[in-house]
């Protein structure tokens, strides 16, 4: 009984390593810019009535701070989906009352979901490197979304991001689709 214990902690050691691991990766990618945060911040607080100048150009509703925003949207909502049903399998694994089959399950699922986490920040990574713009990455089992910047993808772009995939993944090039953001 002790040596089932102890593989359940180290498993359960290895899956919240992987998963903070992914969690780290996929902030130090996506973190902020504190100048970019600052200017947001100072132009929420205007007062109402005052005059402002409004162009084309103005850095307060630039298209690249558009695309930013959405591809931040995007990947706040991956992050809580992913959030969620963390939570949802480490309520399984503690609870008391749960079938061994189920925790084995919910185990098997933690390591999965960590496994894709950590894929996903690191795609994202290598297509940002390799071919230069940002990138949101969605991986369900053997399919996989990939949602690039706007007037981004060319024929070489898109074999570029599924031979990072072929490289990385076992999903096969007809399961991956890469669109560009509107």
């Given at each position: 009984m002790?040596?089932?214990?102890?593989?359940?902690?180290?498993?359960?050691?290895?899956?919240?390593l992987a998963?903070?691991?992914?969690?780290?990766?996929?902030?130090?990618?996506?973190?902020?810019?504190?100048?970019?945060?600052a200017?947001?911040?100072?132009?929420?607080?205007?007062?109402?009535?005052?005059?402002q100048?409004v162009?084309?150009n103005?850095?307060?509703?630039?298209?690249?701070?558009?695309?930013?925003?959405?591809?931040?949207?995007?990947?706040?909502?991956?992050?809580?989906?992913?959030?969620?049903?963390?939570?949802?399998?480490?309520?399984?694994?503690?609870?008391s009352?749960?079938?061994?089959?189920?925790?084995?399950?919910?185990?098997?699922?933690?390591?999965?979901?960590?496994?894709?986490?950590?894929?996903?920040?690191?795609?994202?990574?290598?297509?940002k490197?390799?071919?230069?713009?940002?990138?949101?990455?969605?991986?369900?089992?053997?399919?996989?979304?990939?949602?690039?910047?706007?007037d981004?993808?060319?024929?070489?772009?898109i074999?570029?991001?599924?031979?990072?995939?072929?490289?990385?993944?076992?999903?096969?090039?007809?399961n991956?689709?890469?669109?560009?953001?509107?």
């Amino acid at each position: 009984m002790n040596v089932i214990i102890k593989k359940r902690q180290i498993i359960m050691s290895a899956l919240v390593l992987a998963l903070g691991s992914a969690v780290f990766v996929n902030w130090y990618f996506n973190k902020p810019n504190a100048e970019q945060t600052a200017k947001e911040e100072s132009a929420s607080y205007s007062i109402i009535g005052d005059a402002q100048y409004v162009s084309a150009n103005s850095e307060n509703h630039s298209v690249e701070e558009t695309v930013k925003n959405d591809f931040s949207q995007t990947q706040l909502k991956r992050s809580k989906a992913h959030d969620e049903a963390f939570d949802k399998l480490k309520s399984v694994i503690n609870d008391s009352s749960a079938s061994k089959t189920a925790v084995d399950k919910a185990a098997e699922d933690l390591s999965k979901l960590a496994n894709t986490i950590k894929m996903e920040a690191d795609i994202e990574a290598l297509v940002k490197s390799k071919c230069g713009f940002n990138c949101v990455v969605m991986i369900n089992g053997s399919s996989a979304q990939v949602v690039c910047e706007k007037d981004t993808l060319d024929s070489t772009v898109i074999l570029q991001i599924k031979e990072i995939f072929l490289k990385h993944t076992d999903i096969n090039s007809e399961n991956i689709t890469i669109f560009e953001l509107k």
